[in-house]
């Protein structure tokens, strides 16, 4: 796993290194202080104790500067041409860095919009500020947001392998489930169908605490993200079940809907028949606009199109969005376009991106909603399907029948 983590790391640093060149910088700076920035693991694969920055040369010559007690963290990654230390204070050896390596345009991690992007906080900026003066900062700073969404979105090869594996094992565990489920089992059982499963795969929840159960909502009870309840499925329900895996630090995102039989029946009922298949529709035609090039706004509005002539109410939320290390990975999301603009949804698609695709049919008073979701790799030609596609609602029948 070790391994493993030092690959993904040297292969998105140099990564880095080409972006900056691309966007004509030549230093991105992470300064972080008991982990706090979430690119730290993507880029350096270390959670450091105390006060650290971290230098990203676009010349590849990449550096860090820590305390005593970090630099063997720092050191053991192998990604640095060298680690420089600091005791009592970071303020001089901070200077004597910053004027060794002459930075034209510094790229700090400070976004509006994205989370992810978002990382420099503002303790450590006033920090910045102050060692490094506000003029000569603000001379050289830049944010680097579209740097890092790209970096974050674009899939390695050792990237796109944990996640095939993560989605792999996601299908599995849904398979093994599905033989195990009853009607009567509360939601509650059957989310512990899933942690059982996970724990025979040395895997866990990508969402939250590893040993927590996916999203298990009986409609009739109510769609939201919460945790499973003790409701009783009972025959005619709707149960949708929303799962994220994690493997190695990389996610699925992956959702299926099941039908609960009643005496007599061996399918479902045509209203409930008609969502599934209107939901399954807005997928492929979603799928199909998945191309590089295209804005995420312009992948929405295909799949809205199909659920609103279907006759069913607007999505309620967006059509897709990107998974990788978190389930909800940020960059480019397939939404739809709003005002104030929302920067997120005007982003481009582009090759090496995997996206969650969930255009759903969501109706109140009991009426019938599905979710089905799929998880797809942007390739140079058309869409990749990484998941193993539902196209058929799952009928739990009852027992005797």
């Known amino acids: 796993m070790i391994s493993a983590t030092k690959t993904i790391t ?47 040369r676009s010349n590849g010559e990449h550096l860090a500067l820590s305390s005593v007690s970090d630099k063997g963290s720092y050191e053991s990654t192998k990604l640095f041409k060298r680690v420089e230390v600091y005791e009592a204070s970071m303020e001089e050896a901070f200077l004597k860095m910053i004027d060794e390596i002459k930075p034209v345009r510094l790229a700090l991690n400070i976004s509006e919009s994205d989370h992810l992007c978002d990382g420099l906080t503002q303790g450590l900026y006033l920090w910045l500020e102050d060692v490094m003066g506000k003029d000569r900062l603000a001379s050289l700073e830049v944010s680097s947001e579209e740097l890092l969404k790209k ?95 994690r493997y190695m630090n990389y996610v699925s995102d992956i959702a299926r809907t099941c039908y609960f039989l009643k005496p007599g029946e061996d399918k479902a009922p045509e209203d409930i028949q008609k969502a599934f298949d209107t939901a399954v529709k807005a997928i492929t035609v979603s799928i199909e606009e ?94 990749l399907i990484l998941s193993k596609r539902q196209t058929q609602l799952v009928l739990i029948p009852l027992a005797g029948n």
């Open 151 to 245: 970096l974050r979105s674009v899939k390695t090869e050792s990237e796109l392998n944990h996640v095939q594996k993560a989605i792999n094992y996601t299908t599995d565990i849904f398979e093994e489930v599905f033989q195990k489920m009853q009607c009567g089992m509360t939601e509650l059982e059957i989310g512990q169908l899933f942690v059982d499963e996970m724990k025979v795969r040395g895997v866990g929840n990508g969402l939250g605490h590893p040993s927590d159960p996916p999203l298990v909502c009986i409609v009739r009870k109510g769609l939201a993200h919460r945790k499973p309840a003790n409701h009783k499925t009972e025959p005619g329900d709707i149960v949708i079940i929303d799962f994220s895996l």
């Open 290 to 383: 998945l191309l590089p090039g295209k804005a995420g706004f312009e992948v929405d509005a295909a799949g809205r199109k199909v659920i609103e002539e279907g006759g069913y109410p607007t999505i309620r939320h967006s059509v897709g969005h990107q998974i990788g290390r978190a389930t909800h990975d940020g960059g480019t999301i397939l939404g739809p376009k709003r005002v104030p603009p929302r920067p997120e949804v005007e982003g481009i698609i582009e090759v090496g991106e995997i996206y969650a695709i969930e255009p759903t049919v969501i109706q109140d008073n009991n009426l019938p909603c599905i979710l089905v979701e799929e998880n797809v790799l942007v390739t140079e030609h058309e869409p």
């Open 10 to 56: 040297a292969e998105k640093l140099e990564q880095a290194s080409k972006l900056l060149n691309e966007k004509g910088l030549d230093t991105w700076l992470l300064l972080t202080r008991e982990g706090s920035d979430p690119a730290l693991p993507l880029l350096v694969g270390i959670r450091s104790v105390h006060k650290a920055a971290i230098f990203i």
